[in-house]
């Protein structure tokens, strides 16, 4: 599975962005597609997934303002996000998880300015 990520930018407090990860190989093994985010010093965090059967979850501090989807014609999930604080500022991964295996793409640099 190879996973390319986009979408993201510099953008002030309170805009939006929606980043994009196109998946491509064995997708059909794909159970979970996910998006983390690591700011400057801090651990990798999740933020978002996805499942096979389109269930998601979104971690409390992006609850209401970033949704996690997927559009299964272009092999690409996407992350919207609103109302970006500059807390929100990482670089942000996309994450795919297969039964044996998981498998991460190149990040995307997410900058909010207050």
């Not at 196109?22 to 979970?32: D, E, K, P, T, W």
């Not at 997934?49 to 998601?56: A, L, V, W």
């Not at 501090?61 to 970033?66: D, E, I, L, M, T």
């Not at 996407?78 to 500022?89: C, F, G, R, V, W």
Request: one cysteine or more.
């Amino acid at each position: 599975v190879q996973l390319q990520a986009s979408g993201g930018g510099l953008v002030q407090a309170g805009g939006s962005l929606r980043l994009s990860c196109a998946a491509s190989g064995n997708i059909f093994r794909i159970l979970v597609m996910g998006w983390y985010r690591q700011a400057p010093g801090k651990q990798r965090e999740s933020v978002a997934s996805i499942g096979s059967s389109g269930s998601t979850n979104h971690v409390d501090s992006v609850q209401g303002r970033f949704t996690i989807s997927r559009d299964n014609a272009k092999n690409t999930v996407y992350l919207q996000m609103n109302s970006l604080k500059p807390e929100d500022t990482a670089v942000y991964y996309c994450k795919a998880t297969t039964p044996t295996s998981i498998y991460w793409g190149q990040g995307t640099l997410v900058t909010v300015s207050s």
